[in-house]
């Protein structure tokens, strides 16, 4: 038998994942259909800092929502602990930054917005980070960014979700996305039909090709990222840290991500040697302590790339009822609660939002009707 929903998501990464709270939580019953297992793609892979990376190199829009999640956060995080006892551990460690070439436009951003960032000397770089392998006469230090643990937050969520009645679908693919008369009605999957007044498309890098069944073209593409993690001990490395694009990001149980590559190459998720090199590079050039640390994993994951720094959040032109959520690229986590919201009030028509929708809308800039 068919199943009826009230909202339907497809894909069930942090985006989904995110969207279908704000909707159970306005009273709808909510499916999501996941191709895999929730959070496994690009959400499992990521490094969870709160920021994007060299934030004032960004749209303003991107440091409009980016805002308002990171002043959401530490809410969600009370709320998913409470509710599931599963900590997604929200960390404000602060984020150091050895590169200071654009310091000035730093600086002058860092005013606009009323963010906390200072020029600091090698000394206080070295109080903040002892480890430090050369610390630079000059950093930037931002010290109110904080980072979730990806895979801590994606299973706080589900079992959120599950409290919250919300319908898993997972092992279930979309194949198409079902309209009649201008409008969504629901989808096709490989299990069958699912019918539904709205849905939402939130299928990370593959959100080009389920649009492109109903005509709509988005420049949604997939980007290769590489990352490593080091088995290291509590204290061995104590605040994020970034240089030439590479950054470290200290778990409160002492493991350290590396990251990352920035890769075009399709839908190929296949690590390299060649990054894992890179990688281990740049992590002993900042933190050469972690020499002595057993190198544990290597992962590749595929971010829903966007050529202009923004996501697309709003409805699809031409049908009624279908709304997009993707293509957060590098900064999925951290838009990802303002996004949610922000989808979730289009959606259910709320005349108040969270931030000016316009800016994130499919226009014919991002998008081309066929
Ligand atoms: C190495 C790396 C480091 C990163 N670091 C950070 C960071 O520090 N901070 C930050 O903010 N962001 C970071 N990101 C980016 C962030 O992880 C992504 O922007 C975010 O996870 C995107 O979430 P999503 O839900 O759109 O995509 P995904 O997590 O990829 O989820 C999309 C889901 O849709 C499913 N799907 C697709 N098509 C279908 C279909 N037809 N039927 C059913 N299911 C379907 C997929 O299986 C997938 O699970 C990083 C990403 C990577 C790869």
């Given at each position: 038998m068919n199943q009826t929903t009230?909202?339907?998501?497809?894909?069930?990464?942090?985006?989904?994942?995110?969207?279908?709270?704000?909707?159970?939580?306005?009273?709808l019953a909510v499916t999501i259909i996941e191709k895999g297992c929730v959070g496994g793609e690009s959400s499992w892979a990521g490094g969870g800092i709160l920021s994007p990376l060299y934030p004032w190199q960004y749209p303003l829009e991107t440091t409009v929502l980016a805002s308002w999640s990171q002043s959401h956060?530490?809410?969600?995080?009370?709320?998913?602990?409470?509710?599931?006892?599963?900590?997604?551990?929200?960390?404000?460690?602060?984020l150091l930054m050895l590169d200071v070439d654009e310091a000035e436009q730093a600086l002058s951003w860092a005013q606009d917005h009323h963010q906390s960032l200072?020029?600091?000397?090698?000394?206080?770089?070295?109080?903040?980070?002892?480890?430090?392998?050369?610390?630079?006469?000059?950093?930037?230090w931002m010290p109110q960014i904080a980072q979730v643990r990806n895979p801590r937050l994606i299973k706080s969520l589900k079992c959120?979700?599950?409290?919250?009645?919300?319908?898993?679908?997972?092992?279930?693919?979309?194949?198409?996305?079902?309209?009649?008369?201008g409008r969504v009605t629901g989808v096709r999957t490989d299990r069958g039909k699912v019918s539904a007044p709205l849905v939402v498309a939130a299928g990370g890098a593959w959100s080009a090709a389920l649009l492109k069944g109903v005509g709509q073209e988005v420049k949604i593409e997939p980007v290769r990222g590489q990352m490593l993690l080091y088995k290291a001990q509590p204290g061995v490395v104590h605040r994020m840290v970034m240089q030439h694009g590479h950054y470290l990001i200290p778990r409160r149980d002492g493991h350290v991500l590396v990251g990352s590559t920035v890769e075009y190459v399709g839908f190929d998720k296949s690590i390299t040697s060649t990054a894992r090199n890179e990688l281990q590079k740049a992590a002993l050039?900042?933190?050469?302590?972690?020499?002595?640390?057993?190198?544990?994993?290597?992962?590749?994951?595929?971010?829903?790339?966007?050529?202009?720094?923004?996501?697309?959040?709003?409805?699809?032109?031409?049908?009624?009822?279908?709304?997009?959520?993707?293509?957060?690229?590098?900064?999925?986590?951290?838009?990802?609660l303002g996004s949610a919201r922000l989808v979730s009030d289009l959606m259910l028509e709320r005349t108040a939002m969270i931030v000016d929708p316009e800016p994130y809308r499919i226009t014919g800039e991002q998008a081309v009707m066929q």
């Open positions: 009230d909202c339907l998501i497809v894909g069930g990464g942090l985006i989904g994942m995110l969207t279908a709270r704000e909707m159970v939580a306005a009273g956060y530490p809410q969600l995080a009370e709320e998913l602990i409470a509710g599931t006892g599963i900590d997604p551990e929200w960390t404000q460690c602060g200072q020029m600091v000397d090698a000394e206080k770089s070295l109080q903040l980070e002892p480890g430090l392998g050369c610390p630079p006469a000059a950093a930037l959120d979700l599950m409290g919250r009645s919300v319908t898993l679908r997972e092992n279930e693919e979309v194949l198409e996305l079902l309209c009649q008369d050039m900042m933190m050469p302590k972690l020499e002595a640390y057993p190198l544990i994993a290597h992962w590749a994951g595929l971010r829903p790339g966007n050529r202009n720094g923004l996501p697309l959040i709003g409805p699809v032109p031409g049908v009624q009822g279908l709304f997009i959520n993707s293509g957060h690229f590098r900064n999925g986590v951290v838009l990802g």
